[in-house]
């Protein structure tokens, strides 16, 4: 009889090496382990810091070829190009006043009227809504957000604004009476048409964000909550927000930057006129709508370049909002750390 046969091993069960000889290699030991070359990891560390740095180039880039293309404005006009509220292409006049007002004063209201319904939108897809409500009500914001911005300005100058000449701007003067804030002939054309259709489209994109951002708050430190009997208000107010300030601010920030250069939708029922005006139902104008109405039309070179003029005012403009919000989301990371 064959020995290696009087005792076999059951079914899978290993033999177990008798006593003085060698055990079998473990698995890992004969796996194939690819050796990567040394050379390599030094060429992987120089080109991510070559894509990192490429970034910069082009941001600098883009602000030097803004400011030598539109320098014709500056020596024309010096400072007074800022404060000037004057724009007339024939006698060679221009000021980029009115179109920063409308830039600024049109993406606060948008942003001042999106961030609370974003942030309740989010908190109740994250925290109330069951999974059969919330999956498809995340998908529709996400679809929102994917809609061509000429499409927002479509809907808003056939339908939104004669709605708006109809029916809300007459009760807003009916309700405020003699503000200033609602003077005018209801047109539906206007500062407020325009800061309502920005709050439309930069709602999904702070919804979206806060969403997701809520989602990561671990699920232990909201059950201990609960379980201590906070409801869940309390729960929304002691623990999701402290835990995601830094994305919240984040969120905000990424809106209010969507907002200041959004073009064909607000160049679709903003009136187009440069001027500035306290009423809200007024028309007016921001940068992004002057450079889409006018740069094609621009035949003198001081008109073309006043336009890059203001192109690249709204750049220092978003390079600055952006530049402070980082630095407020470093501050509230050094504090909680801090603590």
């Given at each position: 009889?064959?020995?290696?046969?009087?005792?076999?091993?059951?079914?899978?069960?290993?033999?177990?090496?008798?006593?003085?000889?060698?055990?079998?290699?473990?698995?890992?030991?004969?796996?194939?382990?690819?050796?990567?070359?040394?050379?390599?990891?030094?060429?992987?560390?120089?080109?991510?810091?070559?894509?990192?740095?490429?970034?910069?180039?082009?941001?600098?880039?883009?602000?030097?070829?803004?400011?030598?293309?539109?320098?014709?404005?500056?020596?024309?006009?010096?400072?007074?190009?800022?404060?000037?509220?004057?724009?007339?292409?024939?006698?060679?006049?221009?000021?980029?006043?009115?179109?920063?007002?409308?830039?600024?004063?049109?993406?606060?209201?948008?942003?001042?009227?999106?961030?609370?319904?974003?942030?309740?939108?989010?908190?109740?897809?994250?925290?109330?809504?069951?999974?059969?409500?919330?999956?498809?009500?995340?998908?529709?914001?996400?679809?929102?957000?994917?809609?061509?911005?000429?499409?927002?300005?479509?809907?808003?100058?056939?339908?939104?604004?004669?709605?708006?000449?109809?029916?809300?701007?007459?009760?807003?003067?009916?309700?405020?009476?003699?503000?200033?804030?609602f003077e005018g002939a209801p047109m539906g054309i206007g500062m407020l048409p325009a800061s309502l259709i920005l709050?439309?489209?930069?709602?999904?994109?702070?919804?979206?964000?806060?969403?997701?951002?809520?989602?990561?708050?671990?699920?232990?430190?909201?059950?201990?909550?609960?379980?201590?009997?906070?409801?869940?208000?309390?729960?929304?107010?002691?623990?999701?927000?402290?835990?995601?300030?830094?994305?919240?601010?984040?969120?905000?920030?990424?809106?209010?930057?969507?907002?200041?250069?959004?073009?064909?939708?607000?160049?679709?029922?903003?009136?187009?006129?440069?001027?500035?005006?306290?009423?809200?139902?007024?028309?007016?104008?921001?940068?992004?709508?002057?450079?889409?109405?006018?740069?094609?039309?621009?035949?003198?070179?001081?008109?073309?370049?006043?336009?890059?003029?203001?192109?690249?005012?709204?750049?220092?403009?978003?390079?600055?909002?952006?530049?402070?919000?980082?630095?407020?989301?470093?501050?509230?990371?050094?504090?909680?750390?801090?603590?």
């Amino acid at each position: 009889m064959n020995p290696d046969t009087q005792n076999p091993s059951p079914p899978g069960r290993e033999a177990i090496p008798e006593e003085g000889g060698a055990a079998a290699p473990p698995a890992a030991s004969r796996a194939i382990r690819l050796r990567v070359p040394r050379w390599l990891d030094p060429v992987f560390r120089t080109a991510t810091a070559a894509a990192a740095c490429l970034v910069l180039l082009l941001i600098a880039a883009m602000g030097a070829v803004l400011y030598s293309k539109g320098h014709l404005a500056t020596t024309t006009f010096g400072l007074r190009f800022l404060w000037s509220q004057a724009w007339d292409p024939v006698k060679g006049d221009f000021g980029a006043l009115p179109a920063i007002f409308g830039t600024v004063v049109s993406s606060a209201i948008a942003l001042f009227i999106a961030t609370p319904i974003a942030l309740g939108v989010a908190i109740f897809l994250t925290e109330m809504a069951p999974p059969w409500l919330s999956k498809p009500v995340g998908l529709a914001i996400e679809m929102l957000a994917a809609v061509p911005s000429i499409i927002y300005g479509m809907w808003g100058l056939f339908v939104f604004a004669p709605f708006l000449a109809a029916r809300v701007e007459p009760a807003l003067q009916f309700i405020a009476g003699g503000l200033p804030l609602f003077e005018g002939a209801p047109m539906g054309i206007g500062m407020l048409p325009a800061s309502l259709i920005l709050a439309v489209m930069i709602l999904p994109f702070i919804s979206s964000v806060m969403r997701d951002v809520f989602a990561l708050v671990p699920a232990v430190a909201k059950e201990s909550a609960y379980g201590l009997g906070a409801t869940t208000w309390e729960v929304v107010r002691s623990v999701v927000i402290p835990h995601t300030r830094s994305g919240v601010l984040g969120a905000i920030f990424l809106g209010l930057g969507r907002a200041l250069g959004e073009t064909m939708a607000v160049t679709f029922v903003i009136g187009n006129a440069h001027r500035i005006s306290p009423s809200l139902l007024a028309p007016g104008c921001t940068i992004a709508s002057t450079l889409a109405n006018e740069f094609s039309e621009a035949i003198s070179d001081l008109h073309v370049a006043s336009l890059i003029q203001l192109g690249f005012i709204l750049f220092l403009i978003t390079t600055f909002i952006l530049a402070c919000a980082k630095l407020l989301l470093w501050r509230i990371e050094a504090q909680v750390k801090g603590r």
